[in-house]
């Protein structure tokens, strides 16, 4: 597990400076097959652009809700899912033009 955790850091650390990288993630989530592994990498982006807080006074979702929409284990609604996804886009740009 020592070195999925040590990916997992790498993959934040590399999320949280580049934005080519941020960008290419994003898509490749909305492209994965696998909905876990699509709600992951989404959360992924939130721990390393922003927070929760942030993203649920943006959604209009509560907090705790969001934990939940962005738990692989979850099967979370459609509509929840791509609020996250059109905020973490919109956030992307801003984030890119502050770098």
Same mark, same amino acid.
Request: no cysteine.
């Given at each position: 597990?020592? !070195? ?20 290419? @993630?994003?898509?490749?989530? +909305? ?10 990498? +989404? ?11 942030? +993203?649920?006074?943006?959604? !209009? ?5 969001? @934990? ?32």
């Amino acid at each position: 597990m020592k !070195g999925l955790r040590d990916h997992k850091a790498a993959i934040i650390e590399q999320l949280r400076k580049d934005e080519r990288f941020r960008n290419a @993630y994003l898509n490749e989530a +909305l492209n994965e097959d696998e909905p876990a592994v699509v709600l992951s990498m +989404l959360r992924d982006v939130v721990e390393a652009t922003r927070s929760f807080t942030w +993203l649920a006074k943006e959604t !209009g979702l509560a907090r705790q809700s969001l @934990y939940k929409v962005l738990n692989k284990e979850a099967n979370p609604e459609f509509r929840s899912v791509w609020k996250v996804v059109r905020i973490l886009r919109k956030s992307n740009k801003t984030l890119a033009h502050a770098d």
